[in-house]
């Protein structure tokens, strides 16, 4: 089955039944990957996400129409290694934790295998190497090729950390953030795409914050749309949300614009004639690891947009080393690499006064 240009993001349900229709109503607009974990809307062990997906696609007309995949993680969802806990899928370390997880989500979705399955939150070469070690995570899922026809990974680390974990040749797909205001991972995709590797780009709305405003929902999306084998992976969390989606996608044909007209466009949303950073990646890497171009996206729209959302969305995701800018020491490393010769350091301290909201 070929993947739809769409695909069915499974962490924003509210309850079982708006995420059946959700599902079931996303399946019918031709979207036919779904992305679920043991963890998103987890309430119990018979409510979560996996339940209520299983429940969806259970059905004669759904099953063979749409493809599922989960997950499980050496790391604890953030930065480090986690401690086993079976019932979200973290920590996954060796063989019999594996099998525990798996199994679970199986019994969860009431399937008898996954069309795709993901390491997940991998975004340090730590947590990888776990993975792959002797015994590990990857020795797990070998053992379970019978119950899965892809493997993918899921990770937020920047792009040369993601062309590493590629460069093992395990993965058929890679999971990675994307988005009109966030392009830094640019280069990883250009290799998945060269090795024919499925490019899934969640966060498309940058945590949702970029949907806060009608017009800037409406390119972050089609900006996706014309970028050649990159699938944008959304949240959805009603038929509603569904439907719009559908009719971005049964538009683009009127459209006739180009990825850099709709980059173009958000550039011209913020009205200003500073300099500022545009995401383009040449500073890095950070001997801190801060992804420089991620974090003053972020910036950007708080102070040329006024968009409140952005700075919520900065601070909710500060478990993420690259959108850690408190961590700066401002040793001009970045500043001396960007190709735009902006003071970068003064915008970082800047950044940093604005998005937390205390001096720098």
Same mark, same amino acid.
């Given at each position: ?48 996400? $996996? /339940?209520? +997906?299983?429940? =969806? %696609?259970?059905? &004669? ?105 590629? $460069? /093992?040749? +395990?993965?058929? =797909? %890679?999971?990675? &953030? ?36 009608e017009r800037i929902r409406e390119i972050a999306l ?80 708080v102070k040329y947009l006024d968009m409140r959302e ?51």
């Open positions: 089955m070929e993947l739809s240009k769409i695909l069915i993001g499974a962490m924003r349900f509210k309850d079982r039944d708006s995420a059946v229709a959700t599902v079931r109503r996303a399946i019918d607009r031709g979207f036919n990957y779904i992305d679920t974990s043991p963890c998103y809307c987890r309430k119990s062990e018979e409510e979560n996400s $996996e /339940s209520w +997906v299983g429940e =969806a %696609v259970r059905h &004669p007309d759904y099953r063979g129409k749409v493809m599922v995949s989960t997950k499980c993680s050496p790391g604890n969802g953030g930065l480090l290694l986690g401690d086993f806990k079976g019932e979200s899928g973290f920590g996954v370390r060796n063989v019999k934790q594996l099998d525990r997880v798996f199994d679970n989500s199986l019994r969860r979705t009431g399937l008898d295998r996954f069309d795709y399955y993901h390491l997940w939150t991998v975004h340090t070469r730590e947590q990888f190497d776990e993975a792959m070690k002797p015994g590990g995570w990857y020795k797990g899922v070998k053992r379970r090729k019978h119950q899965w026809d892809h493997l993918g990974v899921t990770t937020h680390a920047d792009g040369e950390t993601i062309i590493s974990f590629l $460069e /093992s040749g +395990v993965f058929q =797909a %890679v999971t990675l &953030p994307y988005n009109i205001i966030n392009t830094t991972r640019r280069r990883a995709i250009d290799y998945a795409l060269q090795k024919g590797i499925t490019v899934i780009a969640m966060n498309p709305f940058a945590g949702g914050f970029l949907a806060a405003d089609r900006y996706l749309m014309v970028l050649d084998g990159v699938h944008p992976l959304i949240g959805f969390e009603s038929p509603e949300e569904v439907e719009y989606a559908a009719w971005i996608r049964d538009t683009m044909d009127g459209e006739n614009r180009s990825a850099d007209d709709y980059l173009k466009e958000i550039s011209t949303l913020m009205n200003t004639d500073e300099p500022r950073c545009t995401a383009c990646g040449y500073c890095l890497p950070c001997p801190e690891n801060i992804n420089i171009g991620a974090s003053l996206s972020y910036y950007n729209m952005a700075r919520k969305a900065f601070l909710d995701k500060q478990w993420e080393d690259g959108l850690r800018l408190d961590r700066c020491r401002s040793c001009g490393q970045c500043e001396s690499r960007c190709p735009n010769k902006l003071p970068v350091v003064n915008i970082i301290d800047e950044a940093r006064e604005l998005l937390y909201d205390r001096p720098s």
